[in-house]
């Protein structure tokens, strides 16, 4: 009998190696083959802690997802009959003359040999590597990663730019709203909550309590308090909410807590709490969330290259006026410390509108200077159109291409 050892690898591919995740027996034979041929995994005989290739460790039982399958709902059927492959020719030929033309805009530039190479490692060992073809974009493989301009179509890699080193504490900041009785601020906490170990450095969490007339119920201090349990938060702002700043109100109180600490932040807010778990709000958070925090090793890599990063970019004003060239739609992001703290950046200065926050990395930065962890170029998220047409079947291949269901 062979075997491999499955400790090798790291969070769901370590799972999938040792039979524990949902997939099918036969696609986790094929992982395998991949990560042996990759030499991610190597084949051997079989002693204690290793896996054997034909069995997995617990006889094939499927482990539940965390989210009870929730996750699952939110996609339309529209998306799931297209699938995540990367379309017909049309596809292919509208995906080909757009990479030509940002090539040429590029100076022809050709990505540099070490470059390459990473890209090639991370196409060969991508579940959506069909052959040599992409099937994301349905480009060859071989051919995409030679261009300078080229960018993986699910934000595994990303447009040459200078490497910089991410070797900082991870450190997040987060706004709720608690709104009562609708749950989605509890819903926000538990999403965060799965995923807390994932910031090793300093945790701010501002809490909002109603101004007078608010049209809103909302729930205690205390109460969004007890919701983090036992994890550590180190430090909790109390503020009044500013309907006319939303997140805004307690964003720079936020951000100075974080400010003189090295390393990257997260920051984030208790989204949709003014709607139902019906609304579009929640597969919106749930992208964000998923995107933002499910795979360290992307957003670590755009990190590196960018100031900041995160998902639904989207380009152009927002309907009113005073404001800027771009953002990201629905307000989660990464920035790097180092670069929204250092000297000549007025991070204090919020624009005075409800979109605050939303505005601000665009007070900091141009939209080159940043990169896109999902669904670049976005539209109006409010419009189930853009979900249908587009976003449910990105998402779909976000997923298959970290092997996520
Ligand atoms: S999705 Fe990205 S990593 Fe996967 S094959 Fe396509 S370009 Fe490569």
């Known amino acids: 009998m062979q075997c491999v050892d499955c400790n090798r690898l790291h969070g769901r591919l370590r799972e999938i190696c040792r039979g524990e995740s ?16 990759s030499g991610m995994l190597q084949e ?4 204690d802690g290793l896996v054997s290739i034909e069995t997995p460790v617990d ?5 539940k997802r965390r989210t009870g399958g929730r996750r699952q709902r939110h996609i339309s059927p529209n998306a799931r009959r297209k699938g995540k492959g990367g379309g017909g020719c049309c596809k292919r030929a509208v995906t080909f003359a757009k990479t030509m033309a940002a090539w040429a805009a590029d100076g022809l530039k050709i990505a540099s040999a070490t470059e390459q190479a990473e890209r090639r490692q991370i196409c060969e060992t991508c579940p959506l590597n069909s052959e040599g073809w992409c099937s994301a974009c349905g480009c060859h493989i071989n051919e995409k990663i030679k261009l300078r301009v080229s960018f993986c179509p ?6 040459g730019q200078p490497p910089r080193a991410v070797d900082g504490p991870r450190h997040l900041m987060m706004h709720i709203m608690p709104v009562t009785k609708n749950g989605m601020w509890q819903w926000n906490v538990e999403q965060l909550l799965q995923r807390i170990d994932i910031f090793d450095g300093r945790r701010a969490v501002a809490i909002v309590t109603p101004q007078p ?3 809103y119920t909302l729930d205690t201090v205390a109460a969004v308090q007890n919701a983090f349990r036992d994890h550590r938060i180190d430090e909790w702002i109390v ?13 720079p109180q936020l951000l100075t807590a974080v400010s003189r600490e090295p390393g990257v932040t997260f920051a984030c807010h208790a989204m949709g709490v003014t709607h139902n778990m019906q609304h579009l709000k929640l597969p919106w958070t749930e992208i964000q969330w998923m995107t933002c925090l499910d795979d360290w090793t992307s957003v670590e890599r755009a990190l590196s290259q960018y100031s900041m990063a995160g998902p639904f970019k989207r380009y152009g004003h927002f309907a009113v006026g005073n404001n800027n060239r771009w953002h990201y739609s629905g307000t989660f992001y990464w920035f790097r410390n180092d670069d929204v703290f250092r000297s000549g950046k007025d991070w204090h200065t919020m624009d005075k509108r409800f979109f605050a926050s939303e505005s601000w990395p665009a007070r900091l930065f141009r939209p080159e200077e940043t990169a896109c962890l999902f669904c670049d170029d976005t ?3 409010y419009k189930q159109h853009v979900w249908d047409g587009r976003v449910y079947e990105e998402f779909e291949q976000w997923k298959a291409a970290r092997i996520l269901s």
């Open 22 to 37: 949902d997939l099918p027996d036969d696609k986790r034979q094929t992982y395998i083959a991949r990560w042996l041929k």
């Open 44 to 47: 051997t005989d079989c002693s």
């Open 59 to 63: 006889g094939g039982r499927r482990k």
């Open 154 to 159: 699910t934000a595994k890699w990303f447009v």
């Open 213 to 215: 007339g608010c049209k």
């Open 239 to 251: 503020a009044r909410n500013n309907p006319r700043l939303r997140e805004g109100a307690t964003w």
């Open 379 to 381: 539209k109006d998220l």
